[in-house]
């Protein structure tokens, strides 16, 4: 079973910057793609951002040019480092492989509000 804890969210005021993290299992780490995704109430998961165990990366329209993933490969971490942040970016962040496991983390809440 994958093991995933992410952390980092918060409140942070619009245009603000967060850095979250994702400790995830080993046995996943060194071999799938790292996403991060979030929900918003009412609405579906959605993949953010992606990255390959090599460090290929890939962004979803909505966070391009904003948020920044990253992997640590020898600490089995990845990271999303969030700029620009607004209003409609409040929401849970998960990580997961992409494609996703069947088993999901708590989430982080991030809530961007003034």
């Known amino acids: 079973q994958v093991q995933l804890v992410e952390s980092g969210g918060g409140l942070v005021q619009p245009g603000g910057s967060l850095r979250l993290s994702c400790a995830a299992s080993r046995s996943v780490f060194s071999i799938f793609p790292m996403g991060w995704y979030r929900q918003s109430p009412g609405k579906q998961r959605e993949l953010l951002a992606a990255v390959t165990p090599g460090g290929i990366t890939n962004y979803a329209d909505s966070v391009k040019g904003r948020f920044t993933i990253s992997r640590d490969n020898a600490k089995n971490t990845v990271y999303l480092q969030m700029n620009s942040l607004k209003s409609e970016d409040t929401a849970v962040y998960y990580c997961?492989?992409?494609?996703?496991?069947?088993?999901w983390g708590q989430g982080t809440q991030v809530t961007v509000s003034s």
């Open positions: 997961n492989t992409k494609p996703p496991a069947n088993s």
